[in-house]
């Protein structure tokens, strides 16, 4: 009986598909999904293969229906625009703007059976205006925009969507920039702050469709080291 109710809470299971989930902010989100409940669908392909990409969630969604889509994979890059190489341009948009959009088209089919949440990781650099972040600022602007453009859209169908905007996270996503967090605790947010946004966003009784989280004080250090072009 027991190996029974195992099977049935099993196939009970609400199905997550989570980009940029092997770390930093995405590792977050996987395991506090995992812990309440969700069966974690991490995508392997690379993001900007839109021809895996989409082959892989068609396969997904073969199999099974969706209840959430979080888009949290991306990048940046943070120098003077000319100094950015095109094939880095392509990518950055491809990564941040495009896979998110595509995911939402393949998914959303199969949201609207199950009334369910997408969820895109913008950046708080989509809601203010940045030196050096032109190319960066513009994907995750037009990530959030997005997000709140197909709300309307979609709401009468029970989807909800929401964007979250978190502000200077201590992850790898500074490894190879010229600045990170500073050493102040208070000046940074860890990428379990982010997740428990994405547990508080799914679990509201309303549509919480735009959230920006900050820490308390300001602070970077500046390193060595910069960014590929």
């Given amino acids: 009986m027991k190996k029974l109710k195992n099977s049935k809470n099993m196939e009970n299971l609400k199905n997550a598909i989570l980009t940029g989930s092997t770390g930093g902010i995405g590792s977050a989100v996987a395991d506090r999904l ?9 995508l392997k392909c690379r993001l900007e293969n839109l021809q895996s990409l ?4 068609r396969d997904i969604l073969s199999t099974r229906e969706i209840d959430v889509l979080i888009n949290c994979a991306g990048f940046g890059a943070f120098r003077p625009h000319e100094e950015i190489s ?14 998110p959009m595509v995911l939402v088209n393949l998914c959303l089919r199969s949201l609207k ?47 909800k969507v929401s964007s979250i905007n ?13 600045f990170g967090p500073a050493d102040d605790i208070s000046c940074y947010l860890n990428p379990e702050d982010v997740a428990e946004a994405v547990m508080t966003v799914l679990q509201a009784g309303g549509a919480i469709t735009d959230l920006t989280i900050r820490p308390q004080r300001v602070g970077v250090k500046k390193k060595s080291r910069g960014d590929t072009p």
């Fill in 166 to 178: 978190p502000d200077i996270t201590n992850t790898a996503f500074f490894d190879d920039l010229t």
């Fill in 34 to 42: 995992k812990g309440a409940g969700y069966r974690v669908l991490p």
């Fill in 54 to 57: 989409e082959s892989e969630v």
């Fill in 86 to 99: 095109v094939s880095r341009i392509r990518r950055m948009v491809e990564v941040n703007l495009t896979a």
């Fill in 113 to 159: 059976k199950t009334g369910g949440h997408i969820i895109n990781i913008s950046s708080i650099e989509a809601t203010r205006h940045s030196k050096f972040s032109a190319l960066y600022t513009a994907t995750k602007s037009g990530l959030r925009d997005f997000s709140l453009s197909l709300f309307e859209e979609v709401r009468k169908s029970g989807v």
